[in-house]
């Protein structure tokens, strides 16, 4: 968080050409600021600011959040997923006391999220926007900064386990229909295809995920 205080201003040249200074947090005002989708954090103990001789502020507060985000997986697993980080003020109305800015830019953003997100995981961090809106609340209107995340999933998993086992039954389910075989053989054949079907369905039951309103259209009998 980066603000200015008229009132916090000095000539480094009176005092030992001293431009910076730490102080504790609670020494000056600082704006309150929420993430509002939070559902559990862990704050830092980080309690100080930088204050420079010409007024402005510098408060670094690193904490983790966890959000829940809304899933569209219709095209799981070829699915790509946004989630949304809000921050605002409701203490301050943003027409008289306090207005939210970015300091930096969406691809400057983007640039150091990507530098941060090592992990190699299920998901893929692809794109990070910016949304600066005026929220109205009873009778007042407050500044909201959001931040627009999305990931794409990794499908290789999903391709090798689930969806070529898959199409290979349904193709010897075809190739044994069609086949010159006799009907006795047809007919345990497709029993095995049935049970070996009826599998797949339990381990997709298990893995697809459930928190959407539409199911995805590989696990749609």
């Not at 949304?84 to 983007?110: C, G, H, Q, W």
């Not at 391709?159 to 010159?180: E, H, K, R, S």
Request: net charge negative; proline share 7%; hydrophobic share 40%.
């Amino acid at each position: 968080q980066e603000w200015t205080n008229t009132f916090a201003t000095w000539d480094p040249q009176d005092f030992c050409n001293i431009s910076k200074v730490i102080l504790p947090t609670d020494v000056y005002w600082s704006p309150p600021i929420f993430i509002l989708e939070r559902v559990n954090g862990q704050n830092s103990n980080f309690d100080y600011m930088a204050v420079m001789h010409n007024g402005s502020f510098n408060s670094i507060q690193p904490f983790q959040v966890t959000l829940t985000c809304s899933l569209m997986i219709l095209k799981f697993p070829f699915d790509t997923q946004t989630c949304n980080l809000s921050v605002s003020s409701f203490l301050y109305p943003a027409v008289t006391d306090l207005i939210m800015k970015t300091r930096r830019t969406p691809a400057e953003m983007m640039k150091d999220s990507q530098s941060y997100f090592l992990t190699d995981g299920e998901w893929k961090f692809t794109n990070l926007s910016i949304i600066e809106y005026t929220e109205h609340l009873d009778d007042g209107e407050f500044s909201v900064v959001t931040y627009v995340i999305s990931m794409e999933r990794r499908p290789t998993l999903y391709v090798l386990n689930l969806i070529l086992p898959t199409c290979a039954l349904y193709l010897l389910d075809m190739a044994v229909l069609f086949g010159p075989s006799s009907l006795e053989e047809k007919i345990n054949f497709q029993i095995a295809i049935i049970l070996g079907s009826s599998m797949l369905a339990v381990i997709l039951n298990n893995i697809l995920p459930t928190s959407s309103n539409k199911p995805p259209v590989i696990g749609t009998p």
